[in-house]
Nanobody
Framework: QLQLVESGGGLAQPGGSLRLSCAASGFTLDSWSIGWFRQAPGKEREGVSCVSRYGNTYYVDSVKGRFTISRDNAKNTVYLQMNSLKPEDTAVYFC???????????????????WGQGTQVTVSS
């Protein structure tokens, strides 16, 4: 069974950092793009960042320069390093997978499947 499990969320102060992990089981990430999404209360889910199997990355403008996505295929895990956190980053963060063995553009947000259960990130003083 293909499964993704997020971890690493929690409470951070403005300006602080958190690192989210997205661990895959039941499949290997080699041929998959992995995306991080978030959903704040009362808002639609949005794609935040993604990484293709070739390492091409994308970030939504609101997190550029603050968030870094990386993948460790040996550990079957993708990470989202979040620095300089802002209160507006508060949301439930989800990871999902998109089977893209030959492409480098991971931004087809509607193609992502195999969603994790989400991890809460709260940025507050």
């Amino acid at each position: 069974q293909l499964q993704l499990v997020e971890s690493g969320g929690g409470l951070a102060q403005p300006g602080g950092s958190l690192r989210l992990s997205c661990a895959a089981s039941g499949f290997t990430l080699d041929s998959w793009s992995i995306g991080w999404f978030r959903q704040a209360p009362g808002k639609e889910r949005e794609g935040v960042s993604c990484v293709s199997r070739y390492g091409n990355t994308y970030y939504v403008d609101s997190v550029k320069g603050r968030f870094t996505i990386s993948r460790d295929n040996a550990k079957n895990t993708v990470y989202l390093q979040m620095n300089s956190l802002k209160p507006e980053d508060t949301a439930v963060y989800f990871c999902a997978a998109y089977f893209l063995p030959f492409g480098r553009d991971c931004r087809s947000w509607g193609a992502y499947t195999n969603w994790g259960q989400g991890t809460q990130v709260t940025v507050s003083s």
